[in-house]
């Protein structure tokens, strides 16, 4: 258990963590690439800039944790769950996401759009992605 820890700017390659909580920490800059997380719960946590580039999610969850411009680029995010996160800016480009869930997050100007194919997403996160998804089809949406 890390509990109110600063780890922002740590920079983790090829490292995993099993059965780990981390609560209300500053990760602000977390480098965790290539990596594999697994029964992982992140809780409060002020995550903004952080990377998780080519790494593994099995049985992760994150709630209330701010993730704005994080990067989860070309990440198993099939086992992760986001509760109340603000994912603002994220990164999702080539992300692996069938069965992650997205419930009641901030999900305005996501990158990767097209990466959420198979993800469950409450309905208020969809009316916020709306405007994102039109923009990555190509959809130009006018007020009347």
Do not use: H, Y
């Not at 759009?113 to 198979?118: F, I």
């Not at 990555?136 to 009347?144: H, M, R």
């Amino acid at each position: 258990v890390f509990d109110r820890c600063d780890l922002a700017n740590v920079q983790a390659r090829d490292c995993s963590a099993t059965r780990t909580t981390f609560s209300g920490s500053r990760m602000t800059g977390l480098s965790w690439l290539n990596g594999g997380l697994r029964d992982v719960v992140f809780s409060d946590c002020r995550m903004d800039l952080a990377s998780f580039r080519a790494s593994t999610f099995k049985d992760v969850v994150f709630t209330g944790c701010r993730l704005d411009q994080a990067e989860f680029g070309d990440a198993d995010l099939t086992g992760a769950r986001f509760e109340n996160c603000d994912l603002t800016g994220a990164q999702f480009s080539g992300a692996r996401m069938t069965g992650t869930r997205l419930a009641r997050c901030e999900l305005t100007g996501i990158g990767g759009v097209t990466s959420l194919r198979g993800a469950v997403i409450t309905s208020a996160g969809a009316l916020a992605l709306a405007c994102t998804l039109a923009g990555a089809l190509g959809i130009t949406i006018e007020d009347d």
